[in-house]
């Protein structure tokens, strides 16, 4: 049986074609994709042409149609929705989301609620992973089993990351304080940002400083590109402190540690795709099973909110488009999401 999907070629763009349906690994779900969101990394792939006869994507929702024979009893079962994220868009490693089909790790699936929206759900993937990542494994912060309260800075909190970031820091009792343009205050406001200022005013950092007394320690930089790194460095107090980065960019200030974050190592295995080289690392495939399921729960209970999605017309045909209008940065607060079914 074959399958739609969106496939890189050698000049760095994708064209749509057909593909043999995947066949499911011991420790793999089969889904059938109903909604795949747009990352950052699907092009940035292509630009480097590590997509080349990979089908691109890393972001997926939809329903479980076929079970590995190594998955535990009970950890899935058919039919299910499910939504997570994929090592997608490699060629000769990893085939992605952008397809009728995906293959994805069994106990790496968040469950879904029958009341959220695949479009919505598909949302959830490589942002919200990122956010766990970022927030308990990189910074060590406090879980939502333990809360602490003092203030962290998410520098681009309307970024979907940032919004997922946000929601999780107060999950586990912390002082959010955010930027963002001015029209997205608001929307962070209501996913329970503390303190929310303008990353355009020139004085944004001092601001910033003076609201938490000198005395932020902890930053996540979900921008990372231009001056950010160093606003955000001037934003802590005069202790230093510890900045989450997610581009490989350092804080130029000596007394902050500046820490790249790629989420990329929560499978548990090495990670070896130009730029990076990664080694493999056991004990964050063990943290992503917990995030799991702390999402699965806080979807469950309403208290996670997906963000917003721009879903676009033709579904998977018109791709290359939505890449461009990406990467040219007029994507803001919100997903693009391709809904399957509206493919032609």
């Excluded at 149609?65 to 939504?83: C, Q």
């Amino acid at each position: 049986m074959s399958m739609k999907a969106c496939i890189g070629t050698e000049d760095g763009k994708v064209t749509l074609g057909s593909l043999p349906k995947p066949q499911v690994g011991p420790k793999q779900i089969l889904v059938k994709v109903f909604a795949a969101a747009q990352n950052p990394p699907d092009w940035y792939l292509l630009e480097r042409r590590t997509s080349t006869g990979a089908v691109i994507g890393c972001d997926f929702a939809g329903i479980v149609e076929e079970i590995g024979s190594d998955v535990p009893a009970g950890v899935r079962k058919k039919g299910e929705r499910v939504a997570g994220m994929i090592r997608g868009g490699v060629k000769d490693q990893w085939h992605g989301t952008f397809a009728e089909y995906c293959l994805a790790d069994a106990e790496l699936a968040v469950s879904l609620p029958d009341n959220l929206g695949f479009e919505e759900a598909s949302s959830l993937g490589m942002a919200a992973f990122t956010a766990c990542q970022v927030l308990w494994q990189n910074q060590k912060l406090p879980t939502p089993e333990k809360p602490q309260s003092f203030p962290i800075l998410i520098w681009g909190g309307s970024s979907t990351v940032g919004q997922y970031t946000i929601q999780l820091a107060k999950l586990s009792g912390l002082q959010v304080i955010t930027t963002a343009s001015s029209k997205n205050h608001d929307l962070l406001k209501s996913l329970g940002a503390d303190a929310v200022f303008d990353y355009r005013e020139q004085d944004v950092s001092l601001k910033i400083r003076e609201f938490t007394e000198n005395k932020l320690a902890y930053a996540i930089d979900c921008v990372s590109e231009g001056d950010t790194p160093k606003h955000v460095g001037d934003s802590l107090g005069e202790d230093g402190g510890h900045v989450t980065v997610l581009l490989p960019v350092q804080v130029p200030r000596e007394d902050v540690t500046s820490e790249f974050n790629l989420v990329m190592t929560l499978f548990g295995e090495a990670y070896i795709v130009p730029p990076h080289s990664l080694p493999a690392h056991p004990e964050h495939y063990d943290l992503a099973k917990k995030w799991v399921k702390l999402m699965s729960e806080q979807l469950a209970s309403g208290y996670l909110k997906t963000v917003p999605v721009k879903v676009v017309p033709n579904g998977l045909a018109d791709v290359m488009k939505w890449l461009e209008y990406h990467r040219l940065g007029k994507v803001s607060a919100e997903k693009i999401v391709y809904r399957i079914s509206d493919t032609p």
